[in-house]
């Protein structure tokens, strides 16, 4: 399912759910008429409508939890590329009280960095993979942070900010691909889409109903 979200659009896939779980239920619907007469079909109406009224019950509350579970995950998301943009601003804003040849090379880096990110990773990262281009400009910003030799105190408090930005820009990174990496279990689809299912089955029932 995580594939056909990463080459299809969100909007054709929904039409294909609900197009699907049509087709299931009315092939469902005139398998029972052929087998089954009205008659015998009535004697568990009642019945089989509490089981199915249960059924739809718990797969309402089940659909809230994820829902609210994608929503939180969402929020996470956001505020974690929050933390690595902002990682890279600071680094970029303190590189200004280096020296000139410092300044340029880490302005230069970060702005490799953001490139590659946006312009390539970003889109890689559907398909659960990383940039290298993007590892290798993170790896080149951080070994000429490390490489500062600061000779005043205004160079030493600098250089003291711009190695945790450079912590925080690595823990953000590494959730952010870790959190590209992830997704519903397959079994919550099949819950969800056989849910869906029983639920299109009984408003068409319903519909369809005799009686």
């Known amino acids: ?5 990463s080459i299809l659009p969100a909007w054709l896939i929904l039409l294909m759910v609900i197009a699907f779980s049509f087709l299931v239920t009315y092939l469902a619907f005139k398998i029972l008429r052929k087998i089954f007469t009205v008659e015998e079909l009535e004697k568990f109406k009642e019945v089989t409508g509490i089981y199915v009224s249960m059924i739809g ?22 505020e974690n590329i929050d933390r690595e943009a902002d ?7 303190d590189a200004k009280g ?21 312009q390539n990773e970003w889109a890689m990262m559907a398909h659960k993979k990383e940039s290298k281009e993007a590892m ?3 790896s080149k910003l951080q070994d000429l942070i490390i490489k500062i030799k600061p000779k005043t105190l205004g160079e ?12 925080e820009l690595t823990v953000a990174r590494r959730i952010r691909v870790n959190t590209s990496n992830a997704g519903l279990p397959e079994i919550l689809w099949v819950i969800l889409i056989g849910g869906g299912l029983l639920r299109s089955e009984e408003h068409t029932s319903e519909l369809q109903s005799p009686c």
């Open 1 to 5: 399912m995580a594939y056909l979200f």
């Open 57 to 78: 019950i718990l797969y309402g509350v089940f659909l809230a939890f994820i829902v609210i579970a994608i929503w939180e995950n969402y929020d996470h998301v956001k």
């Open 87 to 93: 990682a890279l601003g600071n680094m970029y804003r």
């Open 98 to 118: 280096l020296p000139s040849g410092t300044k340029y090379s880490i302005d230069s880096c970060v702005k490799q960095y953001i490139t590659f990110v946006t």
């Open 136 to 138: 290798e400009a993170r």
């Open 156 to 167: 030493q408090v600098i250089y003291t900010q711009m190695i945790a930005n450079l912590n």
